[in-house]
Nanobody
Framework: QVQLVESGGGLVQAGGSLRLSCLVSGGEISSYVMGWFRQAPGQERQFVAGITWSGDRVEYEDSVEGRFTISRDNAKNTIGLQMNGLIPEDTAVYYC???????????????????WGQGTQVTVSS
């Protein structure tokens, strides 16, 4: 059974940085698009960033473009999300996810991601 475990969340002041990691066990990620999503209280889970199987292409939600960087290490079965210039609006639970079938087309639709981690809380204070 594939499991995803996020880590690296915490409390940070506005302007600060955090690096999230997602470790995958029980399965491989090298054949799949991987994504990061986030969910703030009272809001739907939304796409933050995605990366193709090879890492040659990435996509970002507009509000994080230029501040966040997604990465992957297929040999280590890990996904990363470097978050710089954090703002209070980034406060949310962050989830990593594995797409159900795509290796090279990044989808922003959460329903197309079939395996999810439990999430890690990121809180940005003003």
């Amino acid at each position: 059974q594939v499991q995803l475990v996020e880590s690296g969340g915490g409390l940070v002041q506005a302007g600060g940085s955090l690096r999230l990691s997602c470790l995958v066990s029980g399965g491989e990620i090298s054949s799949y698009v991987m994504g990061w999503f986030r969910q703030a209280p009272g809001q739907e889970r939304q796409f933050v960033a995605g990366i193709t199987w090879s890492g040659d292409r990435v996509e970002y939600e507009d509000s994080v473009e230029g501040r966040f960087t997604i990465s992957r290490d297929n040999a280590k079965n890990t996904i990363g999300l470097q978050m710089n210039g954090l703002i209070p609006e980034d406060t949310a639970v962050y989830y990593c996810a594995r797409h159900q079938w795509s290796a090279s087309t990044i989808s922003r639709a959460r329903m197309e991601y079939g395996v999810w981690g439990q999430g890690t809380q990121v809180t940005v204070s003003s």
